[in-house]
């Protein structure tokens, strides 16, 4: 599989209040998942998603949790639910995309990827990876129109010009 591009963004960890908000809980695991701690990411979001059973953006996280510890189909499963509760968002869509492929699952996530482009047009990433998805499907037509947009999105992006 092409190296492909989970989207995450990196925090810095904060002094823990008294009583964790969410806002500390979230970069809590965001800081486990840089390092590459699933399961206490897992550990952490546990008993906010039971709090909070709708909120879309722990689901999300929880969703790359599963996918850094390999566990493709229960990633499926979260990002569906972050979407679930706010589709809207287009990482949400581009990190199903990226689960799916690496399941296996080449159509649906052709779709995940097309939905999160329609969301974001500019979405490097998810553009990044409907190539390397049409790359690995030897579809290289395609997978090259894809590159040389995403080019056009972020020049410098070093995934692309290997790739190409």
């Known amino acids: 599989m092409q190296d492909s591009c989970l989207v995450l963004e990196l925090v810095s960890v904060m002094t ?3 009583t964790p908000t969410i806002t500390y809980i979230f970069e809590q695991v965001k800081d486990s ?45 979260a990002f569906q639910k972050a979407i ?17 492929q690496a399941n296996g699952q080449f159509d649906e996530a052709k779709s995940a990827y097309s939905l999160a ?3 974001e047009p500019k979405h490097t990433e998810a553009v990044f990876n409907l190539a390397t998805l049409h790359q690995e499907q030897q579809l290289l037509h395609e997978a090259i129109d894809l590159y040389l947009r995403c080019l056009k999105l972020r020049p410098a992006h070093a995934k692309t010009h290997f790739n190409l």
């Open 16 to 18: 823990p209040p008294a």
């Open 33 to 77: 998942l840089n390092q590459g701690k699933a399961l206490q990411a897992q550990s952490l979001l546990a008993p906010l998603l039971a709090q909070h059973p709708q909120l879309a953006d722990a689901w999300h996280l929880m969703g790359i949790s599963h996918y850094i510890a390999n566990d493709l189909q229960n990633a499926c499963l």
């Open 84 to 100: 679930l509760f706010n589709s809207k968002k287009p990482d949400f869509h581009a990190n199903l995309g990226l689960a799916l």
């Open 117 to 119: 482009i329609s969301l």
